[in-house]
């Protein structure tokens, strides 16, 4: 046995602040425009839909899942600074690549969809932070690193919407620098901001991050891709089987967790201008300060769970989680008789669809020489009559959709950290990368198959039909899980090494 020196274990844990920021900037890249893609999307491009709005957020994981496990397995065999660095770097260079989705005169929306798709593709480190994560940690330390971790991805999506409403200032025509065709604007800046802010995460990569690694008693050992960096022994405990099914039950629970938390961010822009005629842009600045709300209220989560996870242990706050998580989804169900506000600009242009009869439609004719204002704006809002659905399903109250995020807020960082932990632990000390790069690949997955889901079926069905699925798929994971449940435990507690 090697004893972990003084200066080994500042070291170790200077590497792992490195990957809680690498952490953070993956996951503002990814919210610091969620906000504003749709209306963004608008604007450079009208012959984009809400359908493929879906694909557009579905793109980053598109890029993710398919990185992620290459990623993933390149850190299991070399030092981990390559695929880091190289990752960063290509999520630098398509947030530059987004600035300029507006410059092309044509075909715009597929410019947008690369540049997201690339974004996707370098966060696909997050498979080699927490790899790296769960192999410089003892066991002991495991629960509360991987809690720091999630709160680092948390405060990015905090930092993310605030970013972007702190840059709504600057407004959509905002500063045009002609000699590099830049416009820079509250769509642009933000993304220029996050190419930054990757530059940086490059330069600490090299200056500080160092290969470390600890066994699951937290004593030093000897890491395979170090290339010398390491002094110890290699770990004997690697010995024994990991419990695959204990592995694909953890896969598909966080699948369903990253599921339905896509959903929640895809639909919020659409449904609160559909459901209260907000414009474009003050959907992004409202939703931006809604979920900024969310955020910190995720953070204080992850602090709290890393204190009661030492006295009910993760599986029990995975339960209590989702349960959270259902009752958020049911809340936002649609009730009552009010209906929303209908975008009479549509039915003006003659854009009702052929089948919609004539006489469902009579009321709304009335109605809309009394209602619609003389100085209306060329924007139209409320919810299009395009969507069949906005002429016959009730408003969602904002009391509804404001309970709702509080209490999704709740639950989903609690099922993703404890996801996380748990998976981490069953795991063990043998390399890790190539199995978080297929965790990272189901929850992007999710990502992928979250906003094309909600897109379609809100678009096609509404609220009612896509929530109620929603709630539909959580209770199968609840069911999974109780069928599961004894079999989530540690790989040294399994075989009897440590005990629970």
Known sequence: DVVETQEHCKSRWRSIWIMYLTMFLSSVGFSIVIMSVWPYLQKIDPTADASFLGWIIASYSIGQMVASPLFGLWSNYRPRREPLVV???????????????????????????????????????????????????????????????????????????????????????????????????????????????????????????????????????????????????????????????????????????????????????????????????????????????????????????????????????????????????????PWG???????????????????????????????QEMQLP?????????????QSWCLNTPIIYLAQYISSDILIGLGYPVCNVMSYTLYSKILGPKPQGVYMGWLTASGSGARILGPVFVSQIYTHLGPRWAFSLICGVVVVSLLLLEIVYKRLIAFSVRYGRMHE
């Open 87 to 333: 990752s960063t770097a290509i999520s630098v260079a398509a947030n530059c690549l987004y600035a300029y989705v507006h410059v092309p005169h044509s075909y715009n929306k597929y410019y947008m969809l690369t540049a997201r798709a690339l974004v996707g593709f370098g966060a696909g480190n997050v498979a080699v932070v927490r790899s790296y994560i769960a192999g410089a940690t003892s066991l002991t330390e495991r629960t509360s690193a991987m809690a720091n971790t999630s709160a680092c991805q948390a405060v990015g999506f905090i930092l993310g919407p605030v970013f972007q409403t702190c840059f709504t200032l600057i407004g959509e025509e905002g500063i045009t620098w002609k000699l590099v065709h830049l416009q820079l604007n509250m769509y642009t800046a933000p993304v220029l901001f996050g190419a930054l802010l990757g530059v940086i995460n490059i330069v600490l990569i090299f200056a500080i991050f160092r290969e470390h690694r600890v066994d699951d008693m937290g004593r030093q050992c000897k890491s395979i891709n170090s290339e010398g960096e390491e002094s110890g022994v290699l770990d004997e405990n690697a010995e024994g089987n990991i419990d695959h099914v204990a592995v694909v039950a953890i896969n598909f629970l966080f699948f369903v967790i990253l599921f339905v938390f896509a959903v929640y961010e895809t639909i919020a822009t659409p449904l609160t201008m559909d459901m209260y005629s907000w414009t474009r842009k003050e959907a992004v600045f409202y939703n931006g300060i809604i979920l900024s709300v969310v955020g910190i209220e995720s953070v204080i989560v992850f602090m709290v769970v890393k204190t009661l996870s030492k006295k009910t242990g993760e599986r029990a706050i995975l339960h209590g989680g989702l349960m959270i998580v259902l009752v958020g989804f049911f809340i936002l169900l």
């Open 337 to 367: 008789k009010k209906l929303p506000n209908i975008q009479w600009q549509e039915i003006k242009n003659n854009s009702i669809p052929r089948t919609t009869s004539i006489e469902m439609l009579m009321p709304f004719w009335s109605l």
């Open 374 to 386: 003389s100085n209306h704006t060329a924007e139209p809002v409320g919810c299009p009559v395009t």
